[in-house]
RNA sequence: GCUCGAAUGGUGGAAUGGUAGACACGAAGGACUUAAAAUCCUUUGGCUAUUGCAGCUGUGCGGGUUCGAGUCCCGCUUCGAGUACCA
């Protein structure tokens, strides 16, 4: 009998989902386990075959946590919402949901013909009312939140108006946007509005003037990690700094436990470092420089942070991000007009041209600033190389100790004060933070280190600043005017306030429109929505019957960006159509949280945090009872395209083989890889490829044309892509799995090379063999396995364990060739030794093992058979090393028969003749016995 | 610039500080076939030898630790990823 995939593995598939055996519920009796993937955005090209290796890797290990006893919960669902989908709505009018569900039939056909364990009756999407009516709620749990630093965790703001009514702002220690400061007279003194404008300050979800992320050609605002080098992630669009009013996360109140987070959970290095420093903590102090009064300017203070507060006596200048609230207290009447024009010119420059241009630029404001600690008057500039996000906007600028500043300091001709003995700053500034201490008064004399102790504690005691920690991480802007995304769950009441439309009422749902552009006045998509839930709202809050809804009460018409719906998927999926709540308590309270995760590390800034936020404030607010929701998590490597290349002489319709290109002045031409096979071309397929080529020429090597060919991103323009249908078509899923395992280290980036999957395919026609004769059937024999075979299959055993526990799928594939080839030399088929071997083959060939399985007699499914153990005793070599070792190092080995005593051990290895003229004279230790090392004596 | 990671045959890659190159692809040669496919066998890092059955050399470069280094430490080179005026 031949192995004939297309037979077996649609009926398996089919057999197991009517059986549905990776349905999964809670149970006490068994521990749990939950594999995740990052679920995907659907879009409209399919899957090509980098797709599924995460998706391959975990569905490995869940089978595999399931063998081993597990209750193992593997989900999967899709991200729906998202840009692409919104584009082609406006470029065809084909509604996003209906182009969405498409793609994701199509996306599941193609899952379906891996042989994945999902558990499907656990889907979910994002886009689905069912669904995003949770991620609404969660929003509005925000929104009715603020954040204690005492008590380090969200609170309800009913607490916090209860709070203001008694003491105002006295003692709080919370999140806020401002500042802010009121007693409880003056709190009970304002109005409803007032008081809600200022509840807005404290809000975790909130309504801020920010300066955003504006994408015109996208029209619409993307938050800080969806822009790359100053282009939109999506589209590669120039996006320009914009003041706008949107809603907002506030992430940054969750920055230290974020940061302290990533202390408990088992995650790369590289991740972890990549939210670090996101996070970006940096502790310095904040201080008050008085501004100099000058007739007609109203005077006051500018405010600066610092992590350097022991270069203060350095100061020679300050500066103000353009940005800035200060920058209108500071400019001198004889200045204003270059001021407008400098402010002018920063303004119009594109995120894109401010980063490619790192020239030199700003202004004098005409005013000075008073250095706090020595009494000096320094001129206070404008200048772009300032921040207004960050810190406050202000610095305190050393230009001997920091390259920027000194770099301003060269270019405008202002003082530049060494601080550091012997540091010379006249060609470039000292940033080291080492040294001892010059021209700082009280500071002298002392190491940087010192310094900064020092200068803190004078900064706190004398009263002109204080300490502070600062973070790099933004608030999370929440709005996008898009169609395609959640409708935020709020209205604005006739006095404009944001109200939050009350929970029965969700989820409020996505109005259809007839066009899915901004509105004529320039407002969202939603604009366009003609009745909407709008009606739904107004009849629950408010007794009118004829109210314009657009200028009297509208709805939010913006709506949440991506990662709102992917932040807390993993949640929903414990418990997907629960109606009541997000999920339910009890299922909460079993499956916890993730225990693996593994998706792309494109995510580590953007979804790996927003992420870790939700679930913080969730759990603070009891939703959820851990605190970190990915345990581990893998970042599976991309597979690139491996193009494939054709040589055209210039100027000609001849294409030269490879080897012979350098002989001509060529063209580098992409050539389809499915016209390529182990780099040589079929030029007949060649030439009905394109009809450009119908006619082409070759000068061939011998009598074949070689193609070049180089890794490149995966990409249709090249011509590169791989499809995994046709490899399951042509190979079968099996097949398909164990030759993506195979490829390399799953975290590794690796080129796809379709070359190599015969390899994997004639292994497992090999294991067939193992078991089918061509003529006779099936071998198998009840007798007794012979010693070498027992040995064969416990090492496999003992390697693919170890191998699947440190996720190293492309050495525990080549444990199973290995076996294989061992037990065809040995050519005996015992039951004893096959039947193990098809449950610890099940997580990766699972159609084959169950096949093989129910060969072999078996009524259940290999898929709920017991993981085997192996035997030590059976591995045990015939020689045993034994390292020598004294003064607790080791000094040599000696490999000796394993059933020799330790004694005799001993004293082999000292009446051995190298090693006892080694010893001469000292005195061992004593005999450590390594197994399975190698003889080598070495003295 | 900063942070992190990587570098091993023609290719993908293997190797708790212990025989470097497992496993696989590709290539070359052979067997079986009318032929092809499939299958099987042999060789395959480099150099020298191969009628001398072996020797030398070898994991990006330079040092170091160690009885012993692809692996650990220090200093470079190159490539990749992330991040970028974060005071």
């Given at each position: 009998m031949e192995y004939s995939f297309k037979d077996i593995e649609p009926r398996w598939r089919e057999a197991w989902k009517s059986a549905g055996i990776y349905k999964v519920a809670e149970d006490a009796a068994k521990p749990k386990f939950y594999v995740l993937d990052m679920f995907p955005y659907p879009s409209g090209a399919g899957l090509h075959v980098g797709h599924p290796l995460g998706y391959i890797a975990s569905d490995i290990y869940a089978r595999y946590k399931r063998l081993q006893g597990f209750n193992v919960l593997h989900p999967m669902g899709y991200d729906a919402y998202g840009l692409p989908a919104e584009q082609y709505a406006v470029q065809t009018g084909q509604p996003p949901g209906i182009t969405t569900a498409e793609n994701i039939r199509r996306y599941r056909s193609q899952l379906d013909l891996l042989g994945f364990s999902f558990d499907w009756s656990r889907e979910v999407r994002t886009c689905d009312p069912d669904y995003y009516r949770w991620t609404q709620w969660a929003f509005l749990q925000m929104f009715n939140s603020y954040y204690c630093y005492d008590a380090a965790q969200a609170r309800p703001i009913s607490e916090l108006t209860c709070v203001f009514e008694q003491q105002g702002t006295r003692g709080m220690n919370i999140a806020c946007t401002e500042p802010m400061s009121f007693s409880a007279d003056e709190w009970r003194a304002m109005s409803e509005a007032e008081q809600q404008k200022l509840l807005m300050n404290y809000r975790l979800a909130y309504l801020g003037d920010m300066q955003v992320n504006w994408c015109p050609a996208l029209g619409t605002v993307l938050a800080n990690d969806e822009v790359i080098n100053g282009l939109?992630?999506?589209?590669?669009y120039p996006v320009e700094q914009k003041l706008m009013r949107q809603w907002c996360l506030r992430i940054s109140a969750y920055a230290q436990r974020l940061l302290d987070g990533l202390e408990t959970i088992d995650w790369t290095d590289a991740l972890k470092e990549s939210q670090r420093h996101w996070i970006g903590r940096s502790e310095g102090a904040e201080m008050r420089f008085e501004l100099v009064a000058q007739p007609s300017m109203p005077g006051g203070a500018l405010e600066i942070f610092t992590t350097r507060p022991d270069t203060i006596f350095g100061v020679t200048f300050m500066t103000l991000a353009p940005e800035s609230d200060y920058v209108a207290q500071v400019v001198t009447p004889d200045r204003r007009a270059a001021v407008d024009a400098y402010l002018e010119s920063v303004r119009r420059r594109t995120e894109r041209e401010r980063q490619a241009d790192r020239s030199v630029s700003g202004v004098f404001s005409g005013s000075y600033a008073i250095n706090p600690l020595s009494g000096k008057e320094v001129p206070v500039w404008i200048s772009d190389y300032v921040l207004a996000g960050y810190g406050t906007g202000a610095i305190m600028a050393v230009p001997g100790h920091d390259s920027r500043d000194h770099a301003f300091a060269k270019h405008f001709g202002l003082p530049i004060i060494p601080l550091i003995e012997g540091a010379d700053v006249t060609e470039e500034s000292f940033d080291a933070k080492e040294g001892i201490m010059t021209n700082s008064g009280f500071l002298n004399g002392l190491s940087v280190k010192e310094a900064i102790a020092a200068a803190k504690h004078h900064i706190e005691s004398s009263g002109i600043g204080r300490v502070k920690v600062n973070y790099r991480l933004r608030d999370a802007i929440?709005?996008?005017?898009?169609?395609w995304g959640e409708p935020f769950p709020i209205y604005y009441d006739a006095q404009g306030i944001p109200r939050a439309v009350p929970e029965h009422k969700l989820p409020l749902l996505l109005p259809d429109v007839d066009k899915y552009l901004p509105t004529?006045?320039?407002?969202?998509?939603?604009?366009?929505?003609?009745?909407?839930?709008w009606d739904t709202v107004r009849e629950e809050v408010v007794d009118v019957s004829a109210i314009d809804r657009r200028t009297v009460f509208p709805l939010e018409l913006c709506t949440m960006p991506g990662f709102a719906g992917s932040s807390a998927y993993y949640i929903r999926y414990m418990d997907p159509t629960n109606a009541e709540a997000l999920a339910a308590k009890p299922a909460v309270d079993y499956w916890r949280n993730v225990d693996l995760y593994i998706g792309g590390s494109e995510h580590a800034t953007g979804h790996l945090i927003y992420s870790r936020f939700w679930n913080k404030f969730l759990f603070d607010t009891g939703a959820v009872c851990e605190d970190e929701p990915f345990r581990k998590l893998i970042n599976q490597g991309m597979i690139q395209g491996r193009s494939s290349f054709a040589y055209r002489i210039n100027g000609t319709n001849t294409f030269v083989s490879y080897n012979l290109k350098d002989r001509y002045e060529t063209t580098e031409l992409h050539v389809y890889v499915g016209l390529v096979s182990n780099d040589i071309l079929d030029v007949e397929a060649f030439r009905a490829w394109n009809p450009e080529y119908r006619d082409a020429e070759f000068i061939l090597e011998g009598d074949r044309y070689v193609c070049g060919w180089q890794v490149e991103k995966m990409s249709k323009s090249k011509y590169n892509v791989v499809n995994p249908d046709e490899m399951i078509e042509k190979y079968g899923a099996d097949t398909f799995r164990m030759y993506e395992m195979f490829?390399?280290?799953?975290?590794l980036s690796k080129p796809w090379d379709t070359n190599g999957i015969d390899g994997a395919h004639r292994f497992l026609r090999r294991l067939w063999a193992l078991f089918y004769d061509r003529h006779s059937g099936l071998t198998v024999s009840d007798e007794a396995p012979s010693a070498e075979e027992l040995k064969c299959l416990h090492r496999l055993i003992r390697k693919v364990t170890g191998d699947i526990e440190r996720f190293s799928f492309n050495t525990a594939v080549s444990a199973f060739m290995i076996c294989v080839n061992e037990l065809t030399a040995l050519k005996r088929s015992s039951r004893a030794v096959l039947e193990p071997l098809l449950i610890v083959l099940a997580p990766f060939a699972p159609h084959m093992a169950e096949e093989l399985w129910h060969a072999l007699g078996h009524e259940s499914s290999v898929c709920t058979a017991a993981w085997p153990q192996w035997d030590e005793a059976i591995l045990a070599e015939s020689l045993v090393t034994y390292a020598v070792s004294f003064n607790g190092k080791t000094r040599f080995s000696i490999s000796l028969a394993a059933d020799i005593s330790r004694e005799a051990a001993e004293q082999a290895a000292l009446s051995h003749e190298l090693a006892a003229k080694w010893l001469e004279g000292r005195s061992p230790r004593k005999v450590i016995v390594v197994p399975n090392k190698i003889i080598n004596i070495v003295v």
């Open positions: 939109s992630e999506r589209g590669g929440f709005s996008r005017q898009r169609y004529e006045t320039g407002e969202p998509p939603l604009g366009r929505a003609s009745r909407w839930a490829l390399g280290p799953l975290e």
